[in-house]
């Protein structure tokens, strides 16, 4: 049976693959390396649509994937649009 991924290997494949400035990888499945939940803020995304930034997560996770039951991206964002987001969060307080 093979190794589950772990919460570690998606993020150092990410990092390594997609230079991002903010990551937060989230193991949705209870521990098991099935499922994970994705935030993640890369300069290699800019001027690409969502679906390709989607598409360079899944390429960059190939070898994971194969073991990976669910990936959930909830944010594929651009620096700038990171910093947008965030400053939108802070006027609403």
């Not at 937060?24 to 390396?33: E, M, P, R």
């Not at 994971?64 to 964002?77: D, G, P, V």
Request: include cysteine.
């Amino acid at each position: 049976m093979a190794v589950p991924v772990t919460k570690e290997q998606v993020e150092a494949t990410l990092k390594s693959s997609l230079n991002p400035s903010y990551l937060n990888v989230l193991d949705t499945s209870g521990g098991c390396g099935a499922s994970f939940s994705i935030e993640i803020v890369s300069g290699e995304f800019e001027g690409k649509r969502l679906l390709e930034r989607h598409r360079m997560v899944n390429t960059a996770l190939v070898e994971e994937m194969k073991q990976i039951h669910a990936l959930s991206i909830a944010k594929a964002l651009t620096p700038e649009q990171w910093k947008q987001q965030q400053e939108n969060l802070g006027n609403r307080s």
